[in-house]
């Protein structure tokens, strides 16, 4: 029987895991935490997500897709928030279904596992920490943190889902010729929460994704189920704005009164909430190869960290997954097989999203408040309506289908170009000829694969 | 008084604790290996280098660069061996003193850590790894490889001059926002050995740097003192030709008969040699900030480990040192001061020159044999001597003067762009008006500064 030795048990390593213990596999999981199903939340931690096409389908795989949904809220659009004058909603698409969803992290990993444990041949270890990774000689160390024991165990494949700060990928990186960058942003970032209103009431609109735009940084916010939003600011560590100047509680409720005016007494455990949770840092991880001949491989952050401004690192994550899936069925579980074409095939495409989540900070941050950006989403629908299956927004090609990521990047550089040039000379959607910009975007790229 | 504890007793760290030492600070160097000047030395590792007039620079700051230089080996240029036909010499410069020089990278060491055993408040632990390092808490944790005990000791002050694969690094990359790249080459190394010849003379040239080009691939030659030669070969590690499939003696030194057919009879261990001597990788480390508060800073390799294509890792480490000893001294020794100075002042130079290496193997291996480039190195000779202080070839710039690296690399790569493209037109010096050529290049970049 073939085996796998995932090390991760969070998103992408317990559906991963799910996946191959149903073709059979016999499948260990090391999870460094404790089981979240039991454990107390952390706090300031990115407690929801926003889950889209890719990650839908791929659970749609393991039958966990209509669960999944139902306990997720689905956001239309962008609400921008101005520092003064009435909010906006700026819609992601045109067609009821265009939406997408915010779900608990822990809700959904939760989900993942419990479908898990029905599986007879998958174990899944908690507190069971990788300390070490022989890759030459299939050699895994693991800490055990309940009884502080430590031992080696042999493995003949490990997969790597551990996350942004990898172990495996570290253990790799030592031991073969691995080409790997970490690169920061500038800003960092502090989650913050608007609870219920005391009647138990939304605060804000709840199928939305709340943006306040402020150029240069920004605030945004997420429903949750039990009727509170998750805040994010996202904001320079060092700088004027910067965390580094919000030192004291007064400066901190300071800035927000005069940043984020409306949002101020949505959030009445600011000063507290500011000093307890930490700033995160936001990296892209980028790294090659994945794979050391057919006995390790990364998947998901473990392979490519990206910074979270397009909501797709776990989507991309559970493509991965469904990639993997397909190229063991297609190479009868021959690793030696699967694992390089898994990396020829989702490193372009991992690449691209990575560049695609930085971009999109600049857009959410600096022009998601601009009227031209308005008359632009308002034109891609018309577009869209007119051409369907022709022409799709770049915004609907990361979310809404499963184009391969590179071809959004490229197609979507290019329509934006030509689009935002087309709404910068036009006042209103009425005095573009739609038309002549889908024969312009047309010659440019042609339709959608 | 003043106390920093240097991780690293190699090259640099050697030659920075001798300069601080003899500014009055405490120094504490740990050493990872044993003391070399008692130790047996390590087959198929680079034994010699190219020293050049940043690291003579350097060296002269602590008076040891006329004993150094009495014990090294003027190369005057490259010595070019094509596959058939007559071999040629390419000088380097146009002056008696435009040379490079092979040192012995053990007995240079030595006679750093010779003098460095002189000074009272310096100490050096051989055989003393770091095994873990906490900037923020300012504990270091040092492994006696001899006594097999570890101890943490309390550091106010560390500088990792540990080498590319900086254990300082590693551990100020887990605990501070670091960005960091290590890229390697498709290509990988091997050490070789050129004995003397029976009679214990000479088998080829001294005073050179011997190459033997072949386009995409290349050896290397340089002397030792024992009228020995290192050889170095620099091939893909999988490719045709590749390492890959150097795989039997046959294989071995069929491709060499083949290849190098000058070089096969000097060889006369190459099959031993090729199968017991270690295949490098070469790795460019490009990481940054260098520093943490006033804390920790890396140096060096452990900063910016690059390729060995120009001859400038060491120099470039030691330039690094003296720099930051001018700093010590404008800044009274406080390190908050020096380290973001000594980073900033640096790093757009050893990008640079981590760039120029990369370029020169493009070089070395692939345009050295070219007719043209013999002819733009004798352009470049008559622009000196016609234009002396106005005109500085690239590889002058780099080598023999001490023109900050980012200016070589602008000015070299328009001058070099120029040059080739004269020399390209012209079948010999003779045809090419330097005047007009001067005339072009001062138009496009002005004068050396």
Redesign the interface.
């Given at each position: 029987m073939c085996e796998v030795t995932l090390v991760g048990g969070g998103l992408s390593g317990a559906l991963l895991a799910l996946m191959l213990a149903r073709r059979g596999v016999k499948v260990t999981v090391y999870e460094r935490r404790a089981d979240q199903r039991a454990d107390q939340i952390e706090e300031g931690r990115s407690i929801n997500l926003a889950l889209s096409a890719r990650g839908i389908h791929a659970l749609s795989l393991v039958g966990l897709d209509s669960e999944v949904l139902a306990r997720a809220i689905p956001m239309r659009g962008r609400y921008i928030h101005p520092v003064s004058g009435p909010c906006s909603l700026i819609p992601y698409g045109r067609k009821p279904d265009e939406v997408i969803h915010s779900v608990s992290r822990r809700g959904l990993n939760a989900h993942l596992l419990d479908a898990l444990s029905r599986e007879a041949n998958a174990t899944v270890h908690f507190q069971h920490r990788c300390t070490h990774y022989n890759p030459r000689a299939g050699a895994l160390t693991v800490y055990d943190e309940a009884t502080t024991n430590e031992f080696t165990t042999e493995v003949s494949c490990v997969i790597g889902t551990d996350g942004a700060a990898s172990a495996v990928r570290d253990a790799m990186?030592h031991s073969s010729?691995?080409?790997?960058?970490?690169?920061?942003l500038e800003h960092g970032y502090k989650e913050l929460t608007i609870p219920p209103a005391a009647d138990g009431s939304l605060r804000i609109e709840p199928n939305a994704l709340h943006i306040w735009p402020r150029g240069g940084f920004m605030m945004i916010a997420l429903p949750n189920l039990d009727r509170s939003f998750t805040c994010t600011l996202f904001l320079p560590?060092v700088g004027t704005p910067g965390f580094d100047q919000l030192s004291t509680r007064e400066a901190a409720s300071g800035f927000f009164a005069r940043t984020f005016p409306d949002a101020l007494p949505l959030l009445p455990n600011l000063e507290d909430e500011f000093f307890r949770n930490p700033t995160g840092?936001l990296?892209t991880v980028r790294c090659s190869p994945w794979h050391f001949d057919g006995r390790a491989l990364l998947l998901g952050d473990a392979a490519h960290a990206i910074v979270p401004f397009f909501g797709q690192g776990m989507n991309c994550a559970f493509e991965d997954c469904e990639v993997l899936l397909n190229l063991f069925d297609q190479h009868a579980a021959n690793w030696d097989e699967v694992f390089p074409r898994f990396f020829e095939a989702r490193k372009p495409n991992t690449d691209a999203i990575a560049q695609l989540a930085l971009d999109n900070f600049v857009e959410m941050r600096d022009t998601s408040g601009d009227p031209r950006f308005a008359r632009k989403r308002q034109l891609e629908h018309k577009l869209e309506e007119r051409f369907p299956g022709q022409f799709v927004s770049k915004y609907a090609m990361v979310s809404f289908h499963r184009v391969p990521y590179l071809e959004a990047l490229e197609r979507g550089r290019v329509q934006d170009r030509i689009l935002m040039d087309v709404c910068s000379r036009a006042s209103s959607l009425a005095e573009i000829d739609a038309d002549a910009v889908f024969a312009c975007l047309h010659e440019a790229i042609g339709n959608v694969s």
């Open positions: 990186m010729r691995m080409n790997y960058s970490q690169a920061y560590h840092g990296v």
